[in-house]
């Protein structure tokens, strides 16, 4: 490798859901150089939706464990039923009182926690690793992706977080690209952590709203606490100039850099629609929003470097 190598992460998250996250990351997908893309929000994933992934290799991904009744050993004492506080133990409903019914486990309720195996004098309860999702390593038009499905219900995304950016650290330097780019989780929950922590700079996507307001401030708040270099983008600022600029003043205030406005515009959900970014689809001004903000990227990239 050469000794010169640098590989810079960034992450873009958002306060919420719905503020334009994953649209802008595709867009910058579109103008990067070498990268490697990494879908964080294992959740509601969707870069893919635009990126169309030709899918390399697929793997599960088991976050815990989950309780499965044996049988053959289970005598019906119903002591797990009562020590399940989640209520994912129970007894069938049978035809007859004098059916000799075992008890059965919700794997949607089960939480894994092994409270049942502990007080099941019978030995009559497994407890086995569980496939809570799958991840894959694909390849787009715009270079390497590692991404991942949550299954329905499924926890400990937080866990699947981290493998995905780990995967693409190891594409990053095998290949020596120079950025992983990853679309982070919403909110500022266990998913969101496992997001940044580690980044090189965050990127938050906020809107010229009240709520975008208020989720920009909890996320400025996390990223401080990790001590992570963070800048905000504000995403269809001309529905409420007033609001975007209070926010801009506010982010002054917080020492957090404004690293610019992106319009709105019709063409980003005719791009979705084609599965193509914005920046793909159109050479109008919001395109040329997103590239002004990709050169304050590389901008703030550097000063932080250089701080």
Not at 51 to 71: C, M, Q, W
Not at 232 to 241: E, R, S, T
Request: glycine fraction near 8%; aromatic fraction near 6%; hydrophobic fraction near 40%.
């Amino acid at each position: 490798m050469d000794s010169d190598y640098s590989m810079k992460e960034i992450v873009i998250i958002s306060g919420k859901g719905g503020t334009g996250k994953t649209s802008i990351v595709a867009s910058l997908a579109t103008l990067a150089g070498k990268k490697v893309l990494a879908d964080c929000d294992v959740d509601a994933a969707d870069l893919h939706l635009v990126l169309e992934p030709e899918v390399l290799s697929r793997n599960d991904f088991s976050g815990g464990k989950k309780a499965r009744i044996l049988k053959e050993e289970c005598t019906a004492c119903g002591k797990c039923i009562d020590a399940c506080r989640f209520e994912a133990i129970h007894y069938p409903p049978v035809a007859s009182r004098t059916v000799h019914a075992l008890p059965q486990i919700n794997p949607t309720f089960c939480e894994g926690c092994g409270v049942c195996v502990r007080v099941c004098q019978d030995n009559a309860i497994a407890f086995e690793p569980a496939v809570n999702g799958q991840w894959f390593i694909s390849d787009t038009r715009y270079g390497p992706m590692v991404h991942a499905r949550l299954g329905i219900a499924e926890g400990n995304s937080g866990k699947l977080v981290s493998l995905i950016r780990a995967e693409a650290r190891k594409i990053a330097e095998r290949d020596e690209l120079e950025f992983i780019i990853v679309d982070g989780s919403p909110g500022i929950g266990c998913p969101v952590i496992s997001s940044i922590t580690g980044a090189d700079m965050v990127v938050v996507v906020t809107e010229p709203t009240l709520s975008g307001q208020h989720d920009l401030d909890r996320v400025a708040q996390l990223t401080s606490h990790f001590q992570i270099p963070t800048t905000a983008c504000i995403n269809k600022w001309d529905l409420n100039p007033e609001m975007t600029r209070q926010i801009e003043a506010r982010l002054k205030d917080q020492g957090i850099q404004s690293i610019g406005r992106i319009r709105y515009d019709p063409a980003v959900t005719r791009a979705q629609i084609m599965k193509s970014s914005v920046v793909e689809y159109t050479g109008g001004a919001i395109s040329e929003d997103i590239r002004s903000v990709w050169r304050n990227i590389i901008y703030a990239l550097g000063y932080f470097i250089n701080k």
